[in-house]
């Protein structure tokens, strides 16, 4: 098999005695062993089996498969949530006096992680800019070890080189890590731009109905293994469950992916015209100004448009009151349409500076572009628009 449709559905576990045809769920906290033997084999590392499942699961196991298959890398791990992948992607691979350069425009609990939590440990941190991707160099620090980099990024959708992010990580001597979760493996794969480790809040698209929370850290089997040393012993682990919920999503992945991004091409390109707006940003808009990178690295544009609307948060504000469909929520990736405010949500935490700088503006609205038709899509927005006047 080698088309993505394809292993997304047909990677399984294989059938078990009961010959089911959907995988079932492994609901148990331990597995048995045949003899006193097999198990310090086991946790002696001498042969492969599940142990208990906070180590690994079947679920957690057929899923990994799947999105390792997707990614192009070598192995991986499944966390409770994205934000646990954010923070066992670098904590593992980090220690005490390391230094991460990473790009300034991150997730808000992303951003929190790099300048409250990591300085407790004496792991510091630089943003660089990336309008000024020449200015990196100077950046670079003798005791730097990483490179995080988020594109398109939450919420700005500003585009990075992953072709110059690898190439810069390996002249330096640097993990790359990227978070993928906007673009999903399907529309972007990473590690074939140099990434060693790319990450996922798998609550998002891959799951794509906003039922469960998941996270991904995918990448090289060395950088992999010492995330599952960390992972193991601390904890992070996502339940079979949501295991199983994650690998049934991506069967449908690339489906609902193509319609995403139709649906949200159609009603960014519709709405550049709007007159309540200053601007419509979306990756495959000719008016974005990193749009022939975007085709260059991406399928897609991907679901997510943004818009700022004239009239600052009082109108932000009094334009999500007024939608009467797309719903409300700090989720993105689901089949309903979504609308965040992130000046007031998401980024809230951020100064008043640190979101200027990263295009956040009093006015900017986040717009997950759901499954929705199109055209009730954009009458629910123009409508809103209308009544916010």
């Known amino acids: 098999m080698s088309h993505f449709e394809t292993n997304a559905i047909r990677i399984s576990n294989g059938k078990s005695n009961q010959r089911e045809h959907s995988s079932p769920i492994y609901l148990t906290s331990s597995f048995t062993f045949e003899s006193a033997e097999e198990a310090r084999q086991m946790f002696a590392d001498e042969i492969e089996g599940n142990i208990y499942s906070r180590y690994s699961n079947p679920n957690l196991a057929e899923l990994i498969e799947k999105v390792c298959s997707a990614e192009g890398v070598e192995n991986g791990i499944a966390t409770a949530s994205g934000m646990a992948a954010m923070f066992g992607s670098m904590a593992s691979l980090l220690q005490q006096g390391d230094h991460i350069l990473a790009s300034r425009s991150l997730f808000g609990s992303t951003h929190q992680l790099l300048t409250k939590v990591f300085p407790k440990w004496g792991i510091t941190s630089t943003y660089g800019d ?8 100077k950046l670079v620090q003798p005791n730097t070890k990483m490179l995080f980099i988020e594109t398109p990024s939450n919420p700005g959708l500003e585009i990075i080189d992953l072709e110059w992010a690898g190439k810069f990580a390996a002249a330096h001597n640097l993990i790359l890590v990227v978070d993928n979760c906007f673009a999903t493996p399907y529309l972007q794969q990473p590690a074939k731009w140099g990434a060693h480790i790319v990450t996922h809040s798998a609550t998002k698209y891959i799951d794509g109905q906003g039922r469960v929370l998941g996270g991904l850290i995918l990448g090289n089997k060395e950088l992999i293994s010492e995330v599952t040393y960390f992972t193991r012993h601390t904890g992070p682990s996502m339940s079979p469950f949501n295991a199983w919920v994650l690998s049934k999503s991506m069967e449908t992945l690339a489906l609902r992916m193509d319609r995403h991004c139709d649906n949200a091409l159609k009603s960014a390109k519709y709405f550049q015209e709007s007159k309540d707006l200053e601007f419509v940003k979306y990756p495959f808009l000719e008016s974005h100004p990193q749009y022939e990178l975007a085709k260059k690295q991406m399928k897609a544009g991907g679901g997510i448009i943004t818009l700022n609307l004239k009239g600052g948060i009082h109108r932000a504000q009094k334009f999500i009151d007024n939608l009467q469909m797309i719903s409300i929520t700090p989720n993105l990736g689901d089949s309903r349409s979504i609308v965040t ?13 640190e979101r200027e700088r990263v295009g956040i503006t009093d006015g900017l609205i986040r717009l997950s572009v759901g499954l929705e038709h199109v055209d009730d899509i954009i009458q629910d927005v123009e409508s809103a628009l209308e009544k916010s006047r």
């Open 130 to 137: 990336i309008s000024d991707i020449a200015n990196w160099e």
């Open 341 to 353: 405010h992130p000046a007031s949500t998401t980024h809230s935490k951020l100064t008043q500076e």
